[in-house]
């Protein structure tokens, strides 16, 4: 399975900042859509992911000043991505190792999604419950 077949189950727009907004605006963006991150793109290029950990420490180094400097000065940058017809496992894996919970996914130069290490372990799970659901059936028709 690849993350296309997750964006398939995706719905709407993917939500995404810009590197010029400031802090304060996106952080109440992820507050109101009840998300931990966004990619900061450049047209549909992106440049970064702005996620809860850049505002913690954000938070930590600047205090409330932070609220009023623009994500293209906090976020993490450059983005670690992925495509389309990158393997689901090979993508959680990268996750791990970098210790990362969202992954754009980029064709050619052009998001075209954004997944979440939750994403990905419910695909997995459902995944492995339909396997077992099959093997069941399997057994008892013998």
């Not at 998300?35 to 047209?43: M, W, Y």
């Not at 969202?102 to 419910?122: A, E, N, Q």
């Amino acid at each position: 399975m690849t993350i296309s077949a997750i964006l398939a189950n995706h719905q709407g727009n993917v939500f995404t900042a810009a590197s010029h907004e400031s802090v304060g605006d996106v952080v109440s963006r992820l507050a109101e859509n009840r998300i931990g991150a966004l990619p900061v793109v450049d047209g549909k290029t992106v440049i970064g992911i702005f996620s809860e950990r850049d505002i913690v420490y954000g938070v930590a180094r600047h205090g409330s000043a932070f609220l009023t400097k623009t994500v293209a000065d906090t976020m993490t940058a450059p983005a670690i991505t992925v495509a389309p017809d990158t393997a689901v496992l090979s993508a959680l894996s990268l996750m791990t190792k970098r210790r990362i919970r969202h992954l754009p996914v980029i064709h050619g130069d052009d998001l075209v999604g954004f997944v979440s290490i939750g994403d990905l372990v419910k695909h997995r799970i459902d995944k492995i419950e339909a396997e077992a659901a099959a093997m069941r059936d399997y057994i008892s028709m013998a």
